[in-house]
Nanobody
């Protein structure tokens, strides 16, 4: 059974930093793209960042220069380093794995809450 488990969320003041982790089990994703999405209260889930199996990186415009996605294939884990956090970054952050095109992924975690206070 494939599982993605996010961790590292919490409450932080504006301007602070958090590092999210997503540990995968049940299969390896070293040759598959992985990504982070987020969903704020009352809003639709949105793309945040993606890292390909060749380690190319893509970000939504609102986080460029502040967030950094990385992966450790030996640990089957993807990370999201979030710096200079803003209150509008408050959301539940979800890990996704195995991109199958058009922004769709086969596997999802249950999410971790990130709250940024002003």
């Amino acid at each position: 059974q494939v599982r993605l488990v996010e961790s590292g969320g919490g409450l932080v003041q504006a301007g602070g930093s958090l590092r999210l982790s997503c540990a995968a089990s049940g299969r390896t994703f070293s040759n598959r793209d992985m990504a982070w999405f987020r969903q704020a209260p009352g809003k639709e889930r949105e793309f945040v960042a993606r890292i390909t199996w060749t380690s190319s990186r893509y970000y939504t415009d609102s986080v460029k220069g502040r967030f950094a996605i990385s992966r450790d294939n030996a640990k089957n884990t993807v990370y999201l380093q979030m710096d200079s956090l803003k209150p509008e970054d408050t959301a539940v952050y979800y890990c996704a794995a195995d991109h199958v095109g058009a922004g769709r992924y086969n596997y999802w975690g249950r999410g971790t809450q990130v709250t940024v206070s002003s």
